[in-house]
């Protein structure tokens, strides 16, 4: 007897609708008719007001100080790692190794790490932004989550994985900052930023560690 997971990874279990599916369609569409509802019938109105709900909550969520410097934080940090400071590093230690300088090991081993915190910072540059927006967003509808406890409100767990993120952030930020001289004002500037934006949301969301992500926290 196929188990349930096997039917959860079988393509035509979920290409090919079953005789239950189609009856429970058919069956639901009879109940909502008797009851004089038409599960198709949406309005313009209804479509127009729903479309301007979202981007007024949208609009909200962007001009909220947490997004704002959110944004702030991933622009000037774009701005800078497309700068000529990381470059000129990475020419620095290979001419190092060339004059003598340094072993080979030594110069892979600081490059390879550079490439690390690079990596790190990329991939959290827009994240952070987005689940910022998206924690706040979730967090303005307080009559959907005021039954659920902490651990269960999603935008408790964006708030969460968001601070994980910057988190990291920091610390890859922190390793650059003492491998590329020269450039400490426009490191430390967006250090401090990244930790006011931490303590933002640790204000904003006190329960947000509380939150229990299946499968991490469990």
């Known amino acids: 007897m196929p188990t349930e997971a096997g039917d959860m990874n079988n ?120 689940k910022c927006m998206r924690a706040v967003s979730e967090a303005h509808e307080d009559d959907f989550w005021e039954e659920l406890p902490p651990s269960e409100r999603s935008y408790n767990g964006t708030a969460k994985i968001t601070l994980i993120a910057i988190e990291r952030s920091i610390k890859a930020w922190t390793l650059l900052l003492d491998m590329i001289p020269g450039e400490e004002d426009a490191l430390i500037g967006l250090l401090a930023t990244l930790q006011r934006l931490q303590r933002m949301l640790e204000e904003a969301f006190p329960d947000a560690q509380r939150f229990i992500r299946p499968g991490f926290d469990e």
């Open 11 to 130: 393509e035509i279990f979920w290409k090919t609708p079953s005789d239950q599916f189609v009856k429970a369609e058919k069956m639901l569409h009879e109940m909502a008719k008797a009851h004089g509802l038409d599960l198709n019938a949406i309005t313009p109105e209804e479509w127009e007001q729903t479309g301007r709900e979202i981007r007024e909550r949208e609009e909200q969520s962007e001009q909220h100080p947490i997004s704002m410097l959110a944004t702030r934080y991933s622009k000037t940090a774009h701005t800078w790692l497309r700068s000529h400071a990381l470059r000129q590093k990475a020419d620095d230690a290979i001419q190092a190794i060339e004059l003598g300088i340094r072993s080979i090991d030594e110069g892979e081993q600081e490059v390879i790490q550079m490439k690390e915190c690079l990596d790190i910072m990329q991939w959290y540059l827009h994240f952070i932004p987005v």
